[in-house]
């Protein structure tokens, strides 16, 4: 038994002289401009946890984690999808496989798309052979092409896992 959901996030780049590092599937990207938040702003995992939270019908990473919460401020979104995957496997569903495309003027990805992809794996409890990320860009078009910010659509399949766990990887 399968259950896909889809994802999607977007970030603004962070304001001038606001000094945030640009993280993206769990790395981190030197001396690119990072993307204002609540947490660290990962689009790819935030959209990643958005996919996995709808295929099982969870809401949203918001509803989970609202920004209005002090306690999730400036978290790492690699541990928020730590804590969604643990929400999967309590309903008794393990994540099978993502796939994310990021949606960017820059950087380019290339270089660290194993390190992305390790990271997600070992979040979900996977290995990188079931996370796929690439990119594409948006060509100048809109505020994604002025380089204004990032914006992420991801895929998730959940399978059963039996019996259901009580969290945990």
Same mark, same amino acid.
Do not use: Q
């Given at each position: ?20 590092? %640009?993280?993206?599937?769990? @790395?981190?990207?030197?001396?690119? +401009?990072?993307?204002?938040?609540? &947490?660290? =702003?990962?689009?790819? *995992? ?5 996919? %996995?939270?709808?295929?099982? @019908?969870?809401?949203?990473?918001? +509803?989970?984690?609202?920004?209005? &919460?002090? =306690?999730?401020?400036? *978290? ?12 999967v496997m309590k309903k008794g569903w393990r994540a ?72 945990g990887r």
């Amino acid at each position: 038994m399968y259950r896909v959901g889809i994802g999607y996030d977007i970030h603004p780049l962070a304001g001038d002289g606001e000094e945030r590092p %640009l993280v993206l599937g769990g @790395a981190i990207f030197p001396g690119e +401009r990072g993307l204002a938040g609540h &947490s660290d =702003a990962d689009v790819i *995992v935030h959209a990643v946890c958005d996919a %996995l939270l709808g295929a099982l @019908a969870l809401g949203d990473l918001g +509803r989970h984690f609202p920004d209005t &919460s002090p =306690a999730w401020k400036g *978290v790492s979104s690699i541990r928020l999808l730590e804590r969604v995957v643990d929400l999967v496997m309590k309903k008794g569903w393990r994540a099978a496989n993502v796939d994310a495309t990021l949606i960017a003027e820059r950087p380019k990805i290339a270089p660290m798309v194993d390190e992305m992809r390790t990271a997600i794996a070992k979040a979900i409890g996977s290995n990188a052979g079931a996370v796929s990320i690439k990119a594409t860009r948006p060509e100048g078009i809109g505020v994604l092409g002025a380089s204004g910010g990032m914006a992420c659509l991801a895929i998730a399949t959940v399978t059963r896992s039996y019996p259901p766990s009580s969290g945990g990887r």
